[in-house]
């Protein structure tokens, strides 16, 4: 890290202090991406909030207005003015303070009513107060978790606050090549499914895209992205963009602190919490089965702290020559693509990371509009199969349904904690309510209430139906009294009257659906439904390819042979991923189009058909990029 | 480098001890490749020879026997006995001692006759003396260069005994990673020609294959390969590996050295040498012009020290997991292509470095058996060419020279100094010594003497037919008496009688060619010969494209404009590169085949349509590798 003051940011501070010395500006932190400008009269900031616009522009950089501590009102003069500044009706349920950041933590039921309209009554808590006001939504249904991270980041002020300024002045530190290019290398995901990493280098700067496991191996080698090679540095690396909270796209990240990383980790909110919540739950696990922990909660707990979240096309410094910024996926809450911008326009590139490029009940399409693009990162699970349409699968699933619990059967359907569960669950209890299925228990394992309050603490993220519902109407389908929450594997339930289950996880391999599936595999009346990704090695995918019997390792390492006798039935229509006409579209609309096209995240024939398809006349792309499909360790030079 | 011996060194030595304890061991040094046995009782190795080989096959180690100290001849005695040994014809000329690594150098007129029939003499050198015989040839013209790089390897015998020592230490390293990767990343001379420099990367090791810079730019980020990534960190790199002297291949070393690189270099004798002459007259050149050099001569003597030298179809380990054997490439004296054996055969590398598959007057074709080959890196400078073939080449040269002389002109052939300029030499001597060209007197520029000495001192890796008339008949051609050698510019040359001139550079882009060139182009009487590849930018590429008038910058910076009324020829037949056909030929013939082809060393265009013409069915080359066609900064994993 450079410790002197590069000339960039000395450019900055003379920039900002000529331009608002009128505001007293008693210092000036580079926090994060953030600049923030801690002023004794902040009194004045609203004022001259349209000059505070034009510096950053000038700058383009993002500049917050603090008050100077010396200032500040007193706390609980503080708390007073917001209880009466904030209506009632916004139910607010906690306020903390930050010193070292200036900032009044408010946590409310409605945070729309503490915001104000246009950010009125915000503004005037910092007039008022001279705190900055940061408001967070209390989801309706309590959360251990959320209550956990806010618990955590807020005790832990005067680390975060060191550690953003620390990022700060790397961030913003001297530009030291004249040669200029861009090289990305494939680290895990490539030629499979994975184990996502991608490292985009330039002269100046190392990211990392994504750095997840591979969920479907157990140990060895290929469980990890290759982080162990010269070209990557945890000491070099100015930042980790994490996509959205899968393990594949996310599970390496508390790895990377425990071996020494100590940079930020930038992805949305909804992201930071899932992924936190996924990985305490994993070491709970572990710590069950008795297995050692591959990490520690003391890695989780430096992950949050040195996790940035951003909004949706919110754009930020994240090295002195690239900024990040994300756009909505359309995969999972939370899921994002990255747009990166480097140098003044030299190279923009767009990762996808996991998409779903058609609405869903849950989200809305992922992005397919950007600034510029000059290198799209595609990933092409589906690049073979094309996916039945969404009244098809819809109908589909009704008559499955219908049909097992008609004969007395129960149906089983392996979900993902977090994804393609709530919207099951959404569809379930939607075609419960119109009597489309017949009346029977829903039974929903997992972390279902966890991921549900986090849901609910997001819902601008969801699409405008479910956001509605959750906002203004009574009818929270993810509380719908429907679901019936189960804590693990019930034999009574395997083996009782005819229902449907909820289970984890989605590939069958671990969690509660394999006790599930080992109960009712044997028995013709019930069925199975598939309704997301089987990974190549899981037992998800030998059972959905029709094997039987199938291999199942017990805990006590024991084989056992099941045979399986249920129905099985793959219903693709509701994947968080694109399928190969949504891939194919997403090529023909993006915009601006890119001159190359990278594909990831797709087994070695997805990704080699895919590539010869769009190459070809038949793929109607209607343009003609440079198609790679780089294989682990490969690199190519974009720019 | 690790302090503690290896677990694998350690299974060696004991090997050895256990093996060889009959001969008194008193130490066992690991000597850059070689393993170095000091034994108390070296007159018992002869008598045990089959018992070291069979230790040396055993181990796939290269072993020497060495005397203790202790017991070898006083050395006034030891050159009596060599006196008395060898015989008179022989002509000594010189007798030097390493007490360090145990030799004695004898540099002969005719160095055979040292060695003996079948080495017999040199054995018995080694019985009566206990000091190792290392025998090199006295060339009949004596060589200021090849003087000095004795000289000086022969006063620093400490030093160089040291860091054999630690060159050994480091090849006989242990294996630490279980994982297996070999990964080719781009660094120059990809999609162009110039700065050749590939790395070939292991989880254990890392080589740079040939390290150039590129002639045709005069500075600037271009002129480098791109040595300054993470990827490339000088300390770890284990060895250099050089195929050939021109300096697009090997003006980057004494920089590496500069920039702190200490390991080796490796390559063949005739490499070594011209090598340091180049580099050694670049520097002298710089000062003559007031420019200051780009490293000094420190950085050329250390280069010296630091190389090892290897001979065609020699197999040596060069990294704990790599093993290098040098063939024979037909571009220039001493051009090798490199082949690395890489692991326990998991992958087989072949790099062509520049090669001529046909034979020529000075050398013979290239080689294309190797014992295996998965990945063929391969140079594509003539990849859209053909050219004509010898026989024609040789008439339209007679021809042109004859027309030339006839109208009263003179005939300007730029030349490189090593290369093209003796194959020409070669050539218009026979012609004119069997009357086929007019009487005319021939000039020669450039650094003719030195490097003819370099050509009489190595004579075995030359054609047969060199080889004969330089061993047994008094007609060597490169001192026949119909050259005369010019110190440089000479304008009553360039405006005189009827003449032939052989000036350096080949490409016009310096030396006294271009003095020439500019004095002789206005007349249309004279004519201009190219013969060898132009690059693109330089003046000879555009005298050639038949560009009229040409700019020149002269030393003071005065841009003059030249008109070329000069007749402009080009016979591509000479050159020393393989052209179309003999590139598909190799492709035809390489045993075995290989499953991956990387072209390099070629424009894009060259490369991009020799590519296109392989993979078609015309390419006609019978079976379908991979062919690749990184560009600089692609990384390729091959394995």
Same mark, same amino acid.
Do not use: C
């Given at each position: 890290?450079?410790?002197?003051?590069?000339?960039?940011?000395?450019?900055?501070?003379?920039?900002?202090?000529?331009?608002?010395?009128?505001?007293?500006?008693?210092?000036?932190?580079?926090?994060?991406?953030?600049?923030?400008?801690?002023?004794?009269?902040?009194?004045?900031?609203?004022?001259?909030?349209?000059? !505070?616009?034009?510096?950053?522009? =000038?700058? &383009?950089?993002? $500049?917050?207005?603090?008050?100077? %501590? /010396? +200032?500040?009102?007193?706390?609980?003069?503080?708390?007073?003015?917001?209880?009466?500044?904030?209506?009632?009706?916004?139910?607010?349920?906690?306020?903390?303070?930050?010193?070292?950041?200036?900032?009044?933590?408010?946590?409310?039921?409605?945070?729309?009513?503490?915001?104000?309209?246009?950010?009125?009554?915000?503004?005037?808590?910092?007039?008022?107060?001279?705190?900055?006001?940061?408001?967070?939504?209390?989801?309706?249904?309590?959360?251990?978790?959320?209550?956990?991270?806010?618990?955590?980041?807020?005790?832990?002020?005067?680390?975060?606050?060191?550690?953003?300024?620390?990022?700060?002045?790397?961030?913003?530190?001297?530009?030291?090549?004249?040669?200029?290019?861009?090289?990305?290398?494939?680290?895990?995901?490539?030629?499979?499914?994975?184990?996502?990493? !991608?490292?985009?280098?330039?002269? =100046?700067? &190392?990211?990392? $895209?994504?750095?997840?496991?591979? %969920? /479907? +191996?157990?140990?060895?080698?290929?469980?990890?992205?290759?982080?162990?090679?010269?070209?990557?540095?945890?000491?070099?690396?100015?930042?980790?963009?994490?996509?959205?909270?899968?393990?594949?796209?996310?599970?390496?990240?508390p790895y990377?602190?425990k071996?020494?990383?100590?940079?930020?980790?930038?992805?949305?909110?909804?992201?930071?919490?899932?992924?936190?919540?996924?990985q305490l739950?994993g070491l709970d696990i572990a710590e069950k089965e008795g297995r050692p922990g591959p990490y520690s909660a003391k890695e989780v707990?430096?992950?949050?702290?040195?996790?940035?979240?951003?909004?949706?096309?919110?754009?930020?410094?994240?090295?002195?020559?690239?900024?990040?910024?994300?756009?909505?996926?359309?995969?999972?809450?939370?899921?994002?693509?990255?747009?990166?911008?480097?140098?003044?326009?030299?190279?923009?590139?767009?990762?996808?990371?996991?998409?779903?490029?058609?609405?869903?009940?849950?989200?809305?399409?992922?992005?397919?509009?950007?600034?510029?693009?000059?290198?799209?990162?595609?990933?092409?699970?589906?690049?073979?199969?094309?996916?039945?349409?969404?009244?098809?699968?819809?109908?589909?699933?009704?008559?499955?349904?219908?049909?097992?619990?008609?004969?007395?059967?129960?149906?089983?359907?392996?979900?993902?904690?977090?994804?393609?569960?709530?919207?099951?669950?959404?569809?379930?209890?939607?075609?419960?309510?119109?009597?489309?299925?017949?009346?029977?228990?829903?039974?929903?394992?997992?972390?279902?209430?966890?991921?549900?309050?986090?849901?609910?603490?997001?819902?601008?993220?969801?699409?405008?139906?479910?956001?509605?519902?959750?906002?203004?109407?009574?009818?929270?389908?993810?509380?719908?009294?429907?679901?019936?929450?189960?804590?693990?594997?019930?034999?009574?339930?395997?083996?009782?009257?005819?229902?449907?289950?909820?289970?984890?996880?989605?590939?069958?391999?671990?969690?509660?659906?394999?006790?599930?599936?080992?109960?009712?595999?044997?028995?013709?009346?019930?069925?199975?439904?598939?309704?997301?990704?089987?990974?190549?090695?899981?037992?998800?995918?030998?059972?959905?390819?029709?094997?039987?019997?199938?291999?199942?390792?017990?805990?006590?390492?024991?084989?056992?042979?099941?045979?399986?006798?249920?129905?099985?039935?793959?219903?693709?229509?509701?994947?968080?991923?694109?399928?190969?006409?949504?891939?194919?579209?997403?090529?023909?609309?993006?915009?601006?189009?890119?001159?190359?096209?990278?594909?990831?995240?797709?087994?070695?024939?997805?990704?080699?058909?895919?590539?010869?398809?769009?190459?070809?006349?038949?793929?109607?792309?209607?343009?003609?990029?440079?198609?790679?499909?780089?294989?682990?360790?490969?690199?190519?030079?974009?720019?």
């Amino acid at each position: 890290m450079n410790k002197l003051a590069s000339s960039n940011r000395i450019r900055i501070i003379s920039t900002i202090y000529e331009g608002l010395k009128e505001l007293e500006i008693s210092r000036i932190e580079f926090e994060g991406p953030e600049i923030a400008i801690y002023v004794k009269k902040p009194a004045m900031a609203q004022e001259k909030i349209d000059l !505070v616009r034009k510096i950053a522009k =000038e700058l &383009k950089k993002r $500049l917050v207005i603090k008050a100077d %501590p /010396s +200032v500040r009102k007193d706390k609980d003069e503080t708390k007073e003015i917001i209880k009466n500044e904030v209506p009632q009706e916004a139910q607010i349920s906690d306020i903390k303070f930050d010193d070292d950041l200036g900032e009044v933590l408010i946590k409310a039921k409605k945070p729309g009513l503490v915001i104000g309209k246009g950010g009125s009554i915000q503004q005037r808590i910092f007039s008022d107060t001279f705190w900055r006001a940061v408001i967070i939504r209390e989801p309706p249904i309590r959360s251990r978790i959320l209550d956990n991270i806010m618990e955590h980041l807020y005790s832990e002020t005067e680390y975060r606050s060191d550690i953003l300024h620390s990022f700060g002045e790397r961030i913003h530190r001297e530009l030291l090549f004249k040669d200029r290019y861009v090289r990305i290398t494939a680290l895990g995901g490539f030629m499979e499914v994975g184990r996502s990493a !991608v490292l985009v280098e330039t002269p =100046e700067s &190392k990211v990392l $895209l994504d750095v997840g496991l591979n %969920p /479907s +191996v157990n140990g060895g080698e290929k469980l990890f992205p290759k982080l162990d090679i010269d070209q990557v540095d945890l000491e070099d690396i100015d930042a980790v963009v994490i996509t959205h909270a899968h393990m594949d796209h996310s599970g390496m990240i508390p790895y990377l602190f425990k071996y020494g990383y100590e940079g930020p980790v930038y992805t949305t909110s909804p992201t930071r919490d899932i992924m936190a919540l996924m990985q305490l739950d994993g070491l709970d696990i572990a710590e069950k089965e008795g297995r050692p922990g591959p990490y520690s909660a003391k890695e989780v707990r430096k992950e949050l702290l040195h996790t940035i979240t951003l909004d949706y096309e919110e754009v930020t410094d994240i090295a002195p020559d690239i900024r990040l910024t994300f756009y909505n996926a359309g995969h999972i809450l939370g899921s994002a693509m990255a747009h990166l911008h480097i140098g003044d326009g030299t190279h923009n590139i767009v990762y996808s990371g996991d998409f779903k490029y058609a609405r869903t009940r849950l989200l809305d399409r992922a992005n397919s509009d950007f600034p510029k693009v000059d290198t799209l990162i595609m990933e092409t699970t589906y690049g073979v199969q094309e996916q039945s349409n969404r009244e098809e699968s819809e109908a589909q699933l009704m008559n499955v349904i219908n049909n097992t619990l008609s004969r007395g059967g129960r149906v089983l359907i392996p979900v993902l904690a977090v994804g393609r569960g709530q919207e099951i669950m959404l569809i379930i209890n939607y075609m419960m309510k119109n009597k489309m299925i017949q009346q029977a228990p829903i039974y929903v394992t997992g972390l279902v209430d966890e991921v549900t309050a986090i849901h609910n603490a997001y819902p601008e993220m969801l699409s405008r139906e479910v956001r509605e519902e959750i906002l203004y109407k009574d009818e929270n389908p993810f509380t719908s009294e429907l679901f019936k929450r189960i804590d693990g594997f019930k034999e009574d339930i395997a083996t009782g009257e005819p229902s449907i289950i909820l289970a984890t996880s989605g590939m069958l391999n671990g969690g509660p659906a394999v006790e599930f599936f080992k109960t009712m595999a044997p028995d013709p009346k019930n069925t199975i439904i598939f309704v997301s990704y089987q990974a190549q090695g899981t037992l998800g995918r030998k059972v959905r390819d029709g094997q039987s019997p199938v291999s199942i390792i017990n805990r006590d390492g024991r084989v056992e042979n099941i045979e399986v006798r249920m129905e099985r039935k793959v219903i693709d229509g509701f994947s968080g991923h694109s399928d190969r006409n949504q891939l194919v579209s997403f090529l023909r609309n993006i915009n601006p189009r890119p001159r190359n096209v990278i594909l990831n995240h797709g087994e070695a024939e997805s990704i080699s058909r895919f590539s010869s398809f769009i190459r070809s006349d038949r793929g109607r792309i209607g343009y003609r990029p440079n198609v790679y499909t780089p294989s682990i360790l490969d690199s190519l030079r974009v720019a």
